[in-house]
């Protein structure tokens, strides 16, 4: 079981740069594909930036590239998305999830992923 815990998200004004972090529980995080998700009112779920350590496999959605860095610290058991160049349509609930140990692959689709954080606010201003 792996419990995962989102902070970092708040009000920017579009151009600026927020961190999300997302500590997760379990010991072998280092094993577990994580990614990142976004929810817009109205919207469904998108994807945002997957990351498998063990095949060293990273994966942004085209809207993103270049902005965003996944990354994470195993020492601490957190995965970090790094967002930079914040646009008013980054707007969103953002959530931390991760895969079973079993699947190392990364995917796009929401519903492969096993657990989910609680989601946390991210608005850009203009």
Do not use: H
Request: proline fraction near 2%; charged fraction near 15%; aromatic fraction near 12%.
């Amino acid at each position: 079981q792996v419990q995962l815990v989102e902070s970092g998200g708040g009000l920017v004004q579009a151009g600026g740069s927020l961190r999300l972090s997302c500590a997760a529980s379990g010991r072998t995080f280092s094993s577990y594909v994580m990614g990142w998700f976004r929810q817009a009112p109205g919207k469904e779920r998108e994807f945002v930036a997957a990351n498998s350590w063990s095949s060293g496999t990273t994966v942004y959605t085209d809207s993103v590239k270049g902005r965003f860095t996944i990354s994470r610290d195993s020492a601490k058991n957190t995965v970090y998305l790094q967002m930079n160049s914040l646009k008013l349509e980054d707007t969103a609930v953002y959530y931390c999830a991760a895969r079973d140990p079993n699947n190392v692959r990364v995917s796009t689709t929401p519903r492969n992923y096993d657990y989910w954080g609680q989601g946390t606010q991210v608005t850009v201003s203009s």
